[in-house]
């Protein structure tokens, strides 16, 4: 245990996921006077734990159920943002709020944890690039690009499991744009909760590195939620992070499970495409069901020390704690630091694939113009071309 914690004393760990805002929302209602982080007994999370666990950066999710979708989800998801800013804001003595790689290593340096916001559901944005932007504005750096639920331009990770039908063979046409535009933006793209039609997809097409900000290897335990083996090896060369999830469910496929079983799946995805794309993403409390060892923030560098005792090298060990996501962060930047002469994409989504009761038409045409829709389409088209390829579009 002493050369783990010397391991974090010098690296960051760097967690993917952590549903505490959202318990603060369910036990509390997103009241913050009334919660004091420091005492609190009823969460995987709170202030004595992340100190013990050694955490040195968050990514905590801003998650809306699937419920949401169509109705109030950009409202709540807002909610999410502030809570998520509150909290931080409420104890600097612990918190500092960061949205790079070098502020998360001066929220480390300064002996803080590093809060990060993820936003976890593309049901979140209500299929809006303008809503993408402004989130993005507020601090958020990933958005998981579906929860368990289709969205109306990407499939979810159960129409693998045959229990939901593919509404776009992965992503529709606006999917594509929405990724491309997360690149422009720096914004990373999780690929947790997608199907492997869609891995694939975005895995061909983004510039940037991609996270699995909370999933596991599918062939340790085959749950649709895993990441398979060719995957895994796409995400080695293309630079990305799988940061494994230590819910039962996903580390065992059953009920029970110790932290042995977690290091199996840090085991194999190491032994299938290295250890520089492997991170933490425990998905504490969001999950009912915990490994043994593993029950809560505080007993994270217990894996850490099983990693080096099954020989692990400590530039392994650095490499999963922080650096590799630090590297990703990083990446990103450097995209969109690329992508700046590039405008924002400003095409809305067909409104016939969003067209519900609670949804208006404003700025839409308000009768069909085949000849304007073919125009539309093509431009989308190009647009994508010349965010992928080297081609320069002059004005005609």
């Given at each position: 245990?002493?050369?783990?914690?010397?391991?974090?004393?010098?690296?960051?760990?760097?967690?993917?996921?952590?549903?505490?805002?959202?318990?603060?929302?369910?036990?509390?209602?997103?009241?913050?006077?009334?919660?004091?982080l420091n005492t609190l007994k009823t969460t995987h999370t709170n202030i004595p734990k992340i100190k013990e666990g050694r955490l040195g950066a968050q990514f905590w999710s801003a998650y809306v159920p699937c419920e949401t979708q169509n109705k109030d989800a950009v409202r709540q998801t807002l909610e999410q943002i502030d809570v998520i800013h509150r909290m931080c804001q409420s104890y600097p003595e612990t918190f500092m709020f960061a949205t790079s790689s070098q502020e998360i290593t001066e929220a480390f340096r300064l002996n803080k944890t590093a809060c990060l916001i993820g936003v976890e559901g593309g049901h979140s944005i209500d299929s809006s690039?303008?809503?993408?932007?402004?989130?993005?504005?507020?601090?958020?750096?990933?958005?998981?690009?579906?929860?368990?639920?289709?969205?109306?331009?990407?499939?979810?990770?159960?129409?693998?499991t045959g229990s939901e039908p593919s509404e776009h063979n992965g992503l529709s046409p606006f999917g594509k744009q929405l990724i491309l535009e997360m690149n422009r933006l720096g914004m990373l793209i999780d690929l947790a909760h997608v199907t492997v039609a869609v891995m694939n997809q975005v895995l061909d097409m983004s510039k940037a590195p991609v996270i699995f900000s909370h999933s596991s290897?599918?062939?340790?335990?085959?749950?649709?939620?895993?990441?398979?083996?060719?995957?895994l090896r796409r995400v080695n060369e293309t630079g990305g992070i799988v940061m494994v999830n230590f819910y039962n469910d996903y580390v065992?496929?059953?009920?029970?499970?110790?932290?042995?079983?977690?290091a199996d799946h840090f085991d194999h995805i190491k032994k299938v495409a290295g250890a520089g794309i492997i991170g933490f993403g425990g998905d504490y409390d969001g999950v009912t069901r915990l490994p043994e060892g593993l029950e809560d923030v505080s007993k994270v560098p217990n894996l850490v020390a099983e990693l080096l005792r099954r020989g692990w090298t400590d530039e392994e060990v650095r490499a999963v704690l922080g650096n590799n996501l630090l590297r990703v962060l990083?990446?990103?930047?450097?995209?969109?630091?690329?992508?700046?002469?590039?405008?924002p994409d400003d095409i809305p989504i067909p409104y016939e694939e969003v067209e519900n009761s609670c949804r208006t038409s404003y700025g839409y045409p308000t009768t069909t113009d085949d000849s304007a829709i073919h125009s539309l389409s093509t431009l989308?088209?190009?647009?994508?071309l010349a965010l992928q390829t080297p081609i320069i579009l002059t004005a005609l």
């Open positions: 245990m002493t050369r783990a914690l010397r391991l974090m004393s010098e690296t960051p760990l760097i967690d993917g996921h952590n549903d505490l805002p959202w318990q603060l929302r369910k036990q509390f209602n997103n009241q913050l006077n009334t919660v004091d690039l303008g809503t993408l932007r402004i989130m993005y504005q507020l601090g958020v750096r990933y958005l998981t690009l579906t929860h368990s639920c289709n969205t109306p331009w990407a499939d979810n990770w159960l129409v693998d290897a599918y062939s340790v335990c085959p749950n649709k939620r895993n990441v398979p083996d060719d995957v065992t496929c059953s009920k029970n499970a110790t932290l042995s079983d977690v990083f990446e990103a930047d450097k995209v969109r630091a690329d992508l700046s002469n590039v405008k989308t088209l190009l647009l994508t």
